[in-house]
Structure formats: structure tokens, C-alpha cells
């Protein structure tokens, strides 16, 4: 079946480069998605890229898909405290279909 | 960007009573809403696809005799969890998107502790 893996954790200082690294294993998944949870809270839609994309870039993030080997990064430039949180990997087939999701990242940023 | 919220973000229950979950798409017809279950430092898990004016699709495992869905208009999917018990305790997510738009939209969750 689907999978999607995650490191668990990720600490970075504040201003520097934070990257969060996702695999996946179903070839054909067509949309890839990176979501932010903050604690207590919903999901919050940082950014998606289909798979016919390399990269992605808005503002401060980067996504970047080697679709060859199925991994998926998100990379933060400049990171803030604020955006500590946990950072979600899913993906999905079609459109249509529901999200599969990693296990998320939880980033730590050290002022 | 399209906002979904839910109703209540959080409750306390007694075991055995019943809790009803609204998600609401404030902005746009959500066609399928999705509801998932979110454990303690744990991913989320898909209970079931929600699609208007029809019964959900319930995925492998999830009880639909316990985890009632109606989704009876464009706007609005409840799930009713039916004779909670301490297990049923978690974070319930929904998401919405709207007919053919391929984002998922989230709800802000809602926190059930059943005691």
C-alpha cells in the first residue's frame, strides 16, 4: 500500500536554513503536499507540486521532488521561531482522493 | 484561501453518551469532505470520504455504526460518535474540497476526551 516516511525530528538555530526531508513509495501519486500543524491546532496548507514539477518556490519555502527517487523536501529559508510546529508530508493519487499522510517532522527552532 | 471550521474545538463527555462534530466550508460548496483521527504525536488517519448527498465511504477498520457521517449538504458534514468510550479520545480532523479543486482544505480540529 501507500506509504510516506518522515524523520521525526528537527532542530535548527533561528536564521538559518531549515530542510525537512519525505519519501514516498506510490509511483503513481500525481499531487505532493507539505502542511503545518502548529500544537493544538488544525492543518494549515503551506504548499503542493505535481508531480511533473522539480521545484517550487514561495517566499520563504522551497519544495523540491526527485520524482526518480520519491523524495520530497521542503526546505525554509531564514527560519523563524514562529515557525516551529510540526510540518506533515502527503501525498495523493488524483485530486480526488484522499490524502496519505506521513507521520510529521517536528521542527524546533532555537532562538 | 477557502476556510473550513468545526464545532466544538473541543469536548468533554461521559463514556457512553453520544458527541456530534460539524464541519462547516464557510466560503466555498465542499462536494466531499474527508474526517480524519489524529492520535497523540501520531499522523492523521483517514475514517472515511464524505460525498453529498450520499453514504460514506468508510475506510478498513473504522466502525460506521460508531462513527456516524451525514453529509447533507454543500456546507456542512457532522460525525457523531456514537457510545463514546476513553478509547475514542482524540484529535478529529475534516477537511473539504470543492468539486474539482485538488486541495484539501482542513478544519482546526476538535479535541474529544471521553472519560
Known amino acids: 500500500g501507500e506509504d510516506v516516511e518522515q524523520s521525526l525530528f528537527l532542530s535548527v538555530r533561528e536564521g538559518d536554513s531549515s530542510v525537512i526531508n519525505c519519501t514516498y513509495t506510490?509511483?503513481?501519486?500525481?499531487?505532493l503536499y507539505w502542511y503545518k500543524q502548529e500544537p493544538g491546532a488544525g492543518l494549515q496548507l503551506l504548499t503542493y507540486i505535481f508531480s511533473n514539477m522539480d521545484m517550487k518556490q514561495d517566499q520563504r519555502l522551497t519544495v523540491l521532488l526527485n520524482k526518480k527517487d520519491k523524495h520530497l523536501s521542503l526546505r525554509i529559508a531564514d527560519t523563524q521561531t514562529g515557525d516551529s510546529a510540526i510540518y506533515f508530508c502527503a501525498e495523493s493519487m488524483y485530486g480526488n482522493t484522499p490524502l496519505v499522510f506521513g507521520k510529521g517532522t517536528r521542527l524546533s527552532v532555537i532562538a | 484561501g477557502a476556510v473550513v471550521s468545526q464545532h466544538p474545538s473541543w469536548v468533554i463527555c461521559k463514556s457512553g453518551t453520544s458527541v456530534k462534530i460539524e464541519c462547516r466550508s464557510l466560503?466555498?460548496?465542499?462536494?466531499?469532505m474527508f474526517w480524519y483521527r489524529q492520535f497523540p504525536k501520531q499522523s492523521l488517519m483517514l475514517m472515511a470520504t464524505s460525498n453529498e448527498g450520499s453514504k460514506a465511504t468508510y475506510e478498513q477498520g473504522v466502525e460506521k455504526d460508531k462513527f456516524l457521517i451525514n453529509h447533507a449538504s454543500l456546507t456542512l458534514s457532522t460525525l457523531t460518535v456514537t457510545s463514546a468510550h476513553p478509547e475514542d479520545s482524540s484529535f478529529y480532523i475534516c477537511?473539504?474540497?470543492?468539486?474539482?479543486?485538488?486541495?484539501?482544505?482542513f478544519g482546526p480540529g476538535t479535541r474529544l476526551l471521553v472519560l
Open positions: 466560503d466555498f460548496q465542499a462536494t466531499t
Open positions: 477537511s473539504a474540497r470543492a468539486g474539482s479543486q485538488e486541495t484539501q482544505y
Open positions: 506510490d509511483s503513481s501519486s500525481t499531487y
